[in-house]
């Protein structure tokens, strides 16, 4: 059973930054696909960031496109997003999700529910 664990959450001023990892465990072999899911009081989840399985490509969702880096770490099982010029939008709950899957990150980002795995989310909120 694979579980997943977000850290690096907090709160920060305008502009600032985060660093969010997802730690996974119970994975059986490197071909999961991994994602960043984030969902603010009142709105649907959208997927903020995606990396294919081989970490050949990767998708962010236009507002966050330039700003946020997803990458990954086999070795460690570890999912990252680092999150620069943080804005008051950014604001929601962050949650990491993995399932086997082929397809490109964008592909795979489209859908945000058909993930059999996810974290428990950790709270990003970004004060003007």
């Known amino acids: 059973q694979v579980q997943l664990v977000e850290s690096g959450g907090g709160s920060v001023q305008s502009g600032g930054s985060l660093r969010l990892s997802c730690t996974a465990s119970?994975?059986?072999?490197?071909?999961?696909?991994m994602g960043w899911f984030r969902q603010a009081p009142g709105k649907e989840r959208e997927g903020a960031s995606c990396?294919?399985?081989?970490?050949?490509?990767?998708y962010y969702a236009d507002s966050v496109n330039g700003r946020f880096t997803i990458s990954r770490d086999n070795a460690k099982n570890t999912l990252y997003l680092q999150m620069n010029s943080l804005k008051p939008e950014d604001t929601a709950v962050y949650y990491c999700?993995?399932?086997?899957?082929?397809?490109?990150?964008?592909?795979?980002?489209?859908?945000?529910?058909?993930?059999?795995?996810w974290g428990p989310g950790t709270q990003v909120t970004v004060s003007s």
């Open positions: 119970g994975l059986n072999n490197d071909d999961y696909a």
């Open positions: 999700a993995a399932r086997i899957d082929y397809l490109s990150a964008t592909q795979i980002c489209r859908d945000t529910t058909n993930w059999p795995s």
């Open positions: 990396i294919s399985w081989n970490g050949v490509t990767t």
